[in-house]
């Protein structure tokens, strides 16, 4: 495998270690080596920053270990059309990763709220928190943020006892403010975030065009690293 990649051999063994220690067996680290030595290479990381970044969002999104080399497409493509590096894109997929999961946001969604937030020079760890911050005052408003979502007559709640899909509510929120002057837009998402969260927020409605595009690119991002 390393003769068909710009890894070395030892790289290549230190990854195989690696994903063993993730709870890969032979057969399953093998069908992704390839992808990780690639996104190595191409992010300018180690093989077990690789390993690890891959591995761990697979487990955060409940993937299956066959997604493996898709979730290191959607890393290199986001990153490529982005603001920012593979390598900050997975130390802000690290942070992001639980919590957005936990609200029923898709990698596809969560790279791509990623990426918006790069145009704007929030990346890394620091864009991760601003997600998380943002996400969570969302779909876990305080009192107060719920009052005024009340006020902006958005509900999380599908109507079916789920929750609302990202970007729908965020398409919501971009609808609800449009009806407001720039100062009751800064109130209102004052109210709803923490200061982070309000950047996000602020980022992601005014380009959410960009944000529905780079979701449907890392949906297609399969195959994105050939050398």
């Given amino acids: 495998i390393s003769s068909q990649s710009l890894s070395s051999i030892t790289e290549a063994s230190n990854a195989m270690r690696m994903l063993a220690q993730n709870g890969l067996n032979a057969e399953q680290s093998l069908a992704v080596l390839p992808k990780i030595l ?57 942070q992001a990763s639980t919590v957005s999961a936990l609200f029923g946001l898709t990698i596809e969604e969560t790279a791509a709220s990623l990426g918006v937030l790069a145009k704007i020079n929030i990346v890394g760890s620091a864009a991760g928190t601003a997600l998380t911050n943002m996400v969570t005052g969302l779909y876990e408003p305080t009192y107060k943020a719920q009052k005024i979502l009340q006020q902006l007559k958005i509900t999380t709640d599908d109507g079916s006892g789920g929750l609302k899909t990202y970007t729908n509510l965020m398409l919501e929120l971009k609808s609800a403010l449009a009806g407001l002057t720039d100062s009751e837009q800064v109130k209102a998402l004052g109210g709803l975030f923490t200061v982070r969260g309000t950047k996000s927020a602020t980022a992601i409605t005014e380009n959410i065009d960009s944000l529905i595009l780079k979701t449907k690119e890392a949906a297609e991002a399969t195959g994105f690293m050939r050398f």
């Avoid at 190595?40 to 697979?58: D, F, K, P, R, Y």
């Avoid at 986001?78 to 997929?93: F, I, K, P, Q, Y």
């Fill in 38 to 94: 690639d996104l190595a290479v191409v992010g300018e990381m180690s093989v077990g920053q690789a390993a690890l970044s891959v591995t761990g969002a697979v487990s955060a999104f409940g993937l299956s270990i066959s997604d493996a080399g898709r979730v290191a497409d959607i890393f290199s493509q986001t990153a490529a059309t982005s603001n920012t590096s593979v390598l900050a894109m997975t130390e802000s997929m690290k």
